[in-house]
Nanobody
C-alpha cells in the first residue's frame, strides 16, 4: 500500500523561502511522477509542480515558474519543493501526490494522481 507524507510547511514573510519535502513509500521507488498541488478554502486543488520518476523532467504552471523548484533525490526517493519569492497568494495547504501508472509530468489534473499526503500549511504574511 502506497503512503505519501509531506513536511516543511510553516509561516514565512513575503519574499521568503521554504522547502517542502515529500516521501512516498510502499511502491517501486523512482518510478512514478510526483506532483505538488495546493488548495485554499472554497477553491479547487491547483497544480504547482511535477517531477518524473527518474528526476530528469519537471513541469510548472506559469503562476510559479521561476519561483518554485521541484527536485527528486534518487538515493532516497524524496521529492522537494523549494518555494522562493513567496507572495501572500501562495498561502495554501500544499499536498504531495503520486501519479497513477502512465502519468507524465505535464499531467495537471488531480484525477491523474491516486495517492495523496495529508497536506502541509504554508502561510505567507505581508
Amino acid at each position: 500500500q502506497v503512503t505519501v507524507s509531506e513536511s516543511g510547511g510553516g509561516l514565512v514573510q513575503v519574499g521568503g523561502s521554504l522547502r517542502l519535502s515529500c516521501a512516498a513509500s510502499g511502491g517501486t521507488p523512482n518510478t512514478y511522477t510526483i506532483a505538488w498541488f495546493r488548495q485554499t478554502p472554497g477553491k479547487e486543488r491547483e497544480f504547482v509542480a511535477a517531477v518524473s520518476g527518474n528526476g530528469d523532467s519537471t513541469y510548472y504552471p506559469d503562476s510559479v515558474k521561476g519561483r518554485f523548484t521541484i527536485s527528486r533525490d534518487i538515493s532516497t526517493d524524496t521529492v522537494y519543493l523549494q518555494l522562493s519569492g513567496l507572495k501572500p497568494e501562495d498561502t495554501a495547504v500544499y499536498y504531495c501526490a503520486q501519479g497513477r501508472l502512465g502519468t507524465g509530468v505535464t499531467s495537471t489534473s488531480y484525477l491523474r494522481y491516486g495517492w495523496w499526503g495529508q497536506g502541509t500549511q504554508v502561510t505567507v504574511s505581508s
